[in-house]
């Protein structure tokens, strides 16, 4: 305890420094204890003021006070319990861990290392005084000694006292304020979350970590800021145990863009093309090993010789691995103490500010942070390549893997919509070829059209000229074509993905990775009823029973089942919805919309069903966040999965189930009339006069684009609204402190948590559906998409290097689970492109036409209308499109087109899946000069960590050509080799005793090395 305030200071120290001076014969140190005497005098004088119920160690520069028992003041007791105190901000307090540069050994600490399974102990505070000669501060991410990295920064958040003495309390007889029982349940709990916060900071520094503390207060509020560093020998431990890739051997980078080596090869200029600063160096790499130190590139460079992410990486570690209460109860890391209040935040800090300065300044002086702000965030670089290695090294393979695929997907973009926007000018051009279109226009009132509703009137078919012309250019053999063209594309896009995804991953050293052995989550660890043992570590964890798991999974299904179907109920509203507009539109007596109700009544239904997509996507997705939470997914993995799943599985049937209806469903139940099918009294609706493509894209375009539109400005502005609160609350609590220049760990709190690539990866995803499922009615899609892209790379980027706090590098080597439903989204548009070019468009029923009747299609528009059957009275002789006879049966052409329809699908998936196969066997997912360097990659390792260096040069020599008399092997050093054991003479039968046998000298030469090679032992 330290005795901030206390009356009985003064005398308690004078006690003190007799009673030391009575033992040792010596006045009372206040520096520079000998290490070898702190703990025995600690403990000896602990003993001897036993009797005045304090136990008190004195470090360097600072009080370790340790105070026991029931005649403690009760501001004494409060100090107890609460390390942050509310009084004046101390903003030199550290934890004593580092003063001026100098380390305190945990074992200094030991008196204070609280055991896993003691409850109630008191907590043991640090207080530590500034020296006059202290270093000034540096700018940086420095301790203030102005040489130890900060690692990592622990926020937490404190009121202060005066203000809360006031409240929860009554006066009680003799006037004193007597706490309520609401305001003791939080005293209490409040005094837990300061005993686990004490606790964790002391077993941080028996891991070694190096600490220091900040504070910023106001009268209201304190905020205290702990800086953690990782010791060169800490990192050194954790770097081998977490497998941490080491430098061998630099390489050249590669130029990982293929277009770059194209346009290289073809001699075309690029402006994609920028040279970044300070691009990281690539090696050849193996598993970081301690014992092979000075094997290792840049081994003796201690301070730079990790990287900043991997020093994140490892303190992340630790402070995941780190115990704050029971271990049973898995009271561990500091995920869990986020959750539970105790810290406010935990975060590594940016390299600096992203803003450029002022003044002149070398590219190469940059920080990382304004590389990547300078050279990647910024609109202006919208054409240039995104800098991955950069990237990479900045925030980790996790990242940057998103990034890549976002821009690959990007590039790809880029042909599907020059053919895309190509098809759909080539049906511009070819509207006034269109001969259906013109014989519907020239038709007069030669077909008298049966009414669209019971209360509507008959119509003559070329009011639907300009609708007939318009829909040509959604449904014309060139979007037939672009179909099949982006069912190729999409899996060849994968295909092509993988390969880089594989180069990338060898690339960035994590070709090899795998995901060690998950702890268990947070919320698992807090939740779970029982403690069962790891089979894998050996260790008892929190356990919950599979059966119960199973149950509630099966439960959360059901839930899912219920959602699906009220996102069905909501898309038969707008149905009806629709339907009921286009009465309106019928009834108002006026021609234009009459004519175009069914496009009005499309248009508007579509804006509405984007409202309730939007909402009903929000909803389900905090549903779906609970429903995982119950389900108690062990690792952190497991719940992002059946996270992912659930609300992949709501949102297609959210987002595509109303262009499904227009593209197979609608059309398909009218009827005839005098049996026309309906739906809730009303009748079922037909496709518009252009058909239903054109009601299909107009749809796809409300959505697709819609839902980018707002994602984007949510995206834009959203952060920036939560930056300006965040800055907003820290500027009231700075006070005068706000005009001077904050301190990094303070502008980073500033900033936004990172909110992970979630609903990044899902976006991308959704619009990857829309523009190849539906891409036959819709060509312009992969344009649409193209733009939205290249606004959303920026956008995100500016978010991660600007607005974000830093996340902790994350390790991986691939995209995940998203590629598995990236595949089934490319082979699902495969069977939905089939259905739509047999079933919606227009396409085969031409061609059946044209090969049965005329070629030119003259006479077609009539061959698809059938007449009314003799028994309907209101309109007798008019027309609807159907292949039916007089009485309303199907003609033969029906079902011969049906044939047709159907032979279609089959041939078109068996030409298309077999194409698709022979490109993924045709196409290896590792290219050949990635596995030579694999190869090379893998020896060079086993050189560096071969227990007997001198076997390998042996072994090297072995596989050159052998040596002729007078000559020597070329592979061979014979300066070496003549130093080793002499074997024995040819004839020997056996090998003697001794020591083993390590190769030939120059004696016996290469010719007994050979002789012998079945009995030598590398």
């Not at 709990?189 to 028996?206: C, G, I, M, T, Y």
């Not at 449904?475 to 069912?487: C, K």
Request: proline residues 5%.
């Amino acid at each position: 305890m330290y005795f901030s305030g206390c009356e009985e200071r003064d005398r308690l120290l004078e006690v003190l420094d007799n009673t030391w001076k009575a033992i040792f014969q010596v006045d009372l140190p206040h520096r520079e204890l000998l290490d070898q005497s702190v703990q025995k005098r600690c403990g000896q004088t602990g003993e001897i003021l036993s009797v005045e119920n304090i136990r008190t160690v004195i470090l360097e520069q600072g009080q370790v006070i340790h105070r026991k028992g029931s005649e403690l003041l009760k501001g004494d007791r409060e100090v107890l319990l609460d390390l942050d105190y509310g009084g004046e901000a101390q903003t030199t307090d550290s934890y004593g861990s580092l003063q001026n540069g100098s380390f305190i050994p945990p074992r200094y600490l030991s008196a204070a290392a609280a055991d896993e399974d003691e409850d109630g102990d008191d907590p043991i505070h640090i207080h530590c005084n500034t020296k006059s000669n202290q270093l000034p501060p540096q700018l940086g991410n420095y301790f203030r000694d102005g040489r130890t990295k900060i690692d990592f920064v622990l926020v937490w958040e404190i009121r202060s006292r005066r203000k809360r003495r006031g409240k929860g309390k009554v006066t009680g007889e003799d006037g004193e304020a007597v706490p309520t029982e609401e305001n003791s349940r939080s005293e209490r709990k409040k005094a837990q979350l300061a005993q686990w916060r004490e606790k964790f900071v002391q077993n941080l520094e028996s891991a070694g970590l190096l600490m220091e503390k900040e504070e910023t207060a106001n009268e209201k509020k304190t905020i205290h800021f702990l800086k953690l560093s990782a010791p060169w020998d800490v990192l050194v431990y954790y770097a081998e145990e977490l497998c941490v890739r080491a430098p061998l051997q630099a390489q050249p980078n590669l130029d990982l863009n293929t277009s770059a080596r194209v346009m290289r090869r073809l001699c075309i200029p690029n402006v994609m093309m920028e040279s970044v600063p300070n691009r990281p160096l690539d090696y050849y790499t193996c598993a970081f090993r301690k014992s092979k130190m000075n094997r290792f590139l840049g081994c003796d460079d201690h301070e730079n010789y990790f990287t900043n992410t991997q020093r994140h990486r490892v303190v992340y570690e630790i402070l995941a691995r780190t115990v704050y209460g029971k271990r049973k109860r898995a009271e561990v890391g500091v995920d869990r103490l986020v959750n539970e209040g105790v810290y406010t935040a935990a975060f590594p800090l940016h390299e600096g500010t992203f803003k450029l300065p002022r003044y002149e300044i070398r590219p190469d002086e940059l920080n990382q942070r304004q590389i990547l702000y300078h050279y990647w965030a910024r609109w202006c670089k919208w054409y240039k390549y995104q800098p991955l290695d950069h990237i990479r090294e900045y925030f980790g393979e996790k990242i940057a893997f998103y990034f890549a695929w976002l821009g690959f997907y990007t590039a790809w973009l880029l042909p599907a919509a020059v053919v895309g926007t190509l098809v759909f000018v080539s049906g511009v051009m070819s509207m006034g070829t269109n001969t259906p279109a013109k014989e519907i226009c020239n038709s007069g009132a030669s077909y008298l059209m049966c009414p669209l509703c019971n209360t509507c009137k008959a119509w003559n078919m070329s009011d639907i000229c300009t609708m007939a012309k318009l829909g040509y250019l959604f449904d014309h053999p060139g979007t037939v074509l672009f179909s099949v063209f982006m069912s190729f594309w999409a899996v060849t896009f994968l295909e092509y993905w993988k390969r880089k995804m594989a180069t990338l991953a060898h690339h960035w050293d994590c070709m090899d990775f795998h995901e060690e052995e998950e702890r268990p989550r947070p919320e698992f660890a807090a939740m779970a009823p029982t403690m069962e043992q790891n089979p894998v570590t050996g260790v008892k964890e929190p356990y919950f029973p599979e059966k119960t798991r199973l149950s509630r999974m099966f439960t959360g299904s059901m839930v899912i089942i219920m959602m699906l179907c009220v996102v069905m109920i909501f898309l038969v509203t707008v149905v009806m919805c629709r339907g009921i507009i286009s009465v309106m539109m019928f009834h108002t007596g006026s021609p234009v919309l009459r004519t175009e109700a069914g496009t009005i009544a499309n248009i508007s239904s579509s804006i509405v069903n984007l409202g309730l997509i939007l909402l009903m996507g929000r909803v389900y997705t905090a549903l779906a966040e609970q429903l995982t939470k119950w389900e108690m997914h062990r690792t952190q993995t497991q719940y992002d999965n059946a996270f992912i799943f659930k609300v992949f599985i709501f949102q297609f049937v959210n987002f595509y189930s109303s262009p499904f209806y227009v593209a197979f469903f609608k059309g398909r139940f009218v009827g005839y009339p005098t049996n026309y099918g309906t739906l809730f009294g009303m009748r079922n609706e037909d496709c518009g006069p252009g058909g239903c493509l054109i009601e299909l894209a107009e749809q796809l375009f409300i959505i697709m684009v819609g839902k980018q539109l707002i994602n984007n400005v949510q995206e834009f502005i959203i952060p920036k609204v939560k930056a300006w609160h965040q800055k907003r609350t820290l500027a009231k609590v700075m006070g005068d402190k706000a005009a001077h220049e904050p301190q990094r760990w303070e502008e980073d709190y500033q900033l936004v948590e990172c909110e992970g690539l979630f609903e990044e990866y899902l976006e991308m995803v959704l619009q990857f559906g829309f523009i190849t499922i539906f891409v036959a009615a819709f060509p312009l899609a992969p344009l649409f998409a193209l733009l939205n892209n290249w606004v959303e790379i920026r956008l995100d980027a500016h978010k991660f290097a600007c607005e974000y706090r830093r996340p902790v590098a994350e390790r991986a080597q691939n995209i995940g689970v998203w590629f598995n439903i990236l595949e089934a989204l490319s082979h699902l548009s495969v069977i939905a492109n089939a259905f739509l070019i047999a079933f919606t468009s227009d396409f085969l029923p031409r061609l059946l036409y044209q090969y049965k009747f005329n070629n030119d299609l003259d006479g077609y528009v009539n061959f698809t209308l059938a007449y009314a059957p003799l028994n309907y009275t209101e309109y007798p002789m008019c027309r609807y499109k159907a292949y039916r006879d007089n009485t309303g049966n199907y003609s033969l052409f029906y079902w011969e087109l049906l044939a047709v329809r159907l032979g279609f699908i089959i041939a078109f998936e068996h030409v298309v899946f077999f194409v698709l196969r022979a490109i993924d066997w045709i196409v290896p997912d590792v290219p050949e000069s990635l596995e030579l360097k694999i190869k090379r990659e893998r020896y060079l390792a086993k050189q560096a960590l071969a227990e007997n260096q001198e076997a390998l040069l042996v072994s090297r020599g072995r596989g050159a050509n052998p040596a002729t008399p007078g000559t020597s092997s070329p592979g061979i050093n014979f300066n070496v080799i003549t130093a080793f054991y002499l074997p024995p003479p040819l004839s020997s039968p056996s090998l003697p005793p001794g020591p083993r046998l390590k190769g030939c000298n120059l004696l016996h030469a290469a010719e007994t090395c050979r002789q012998m090679k079945k009995t030598l032992i590398y």
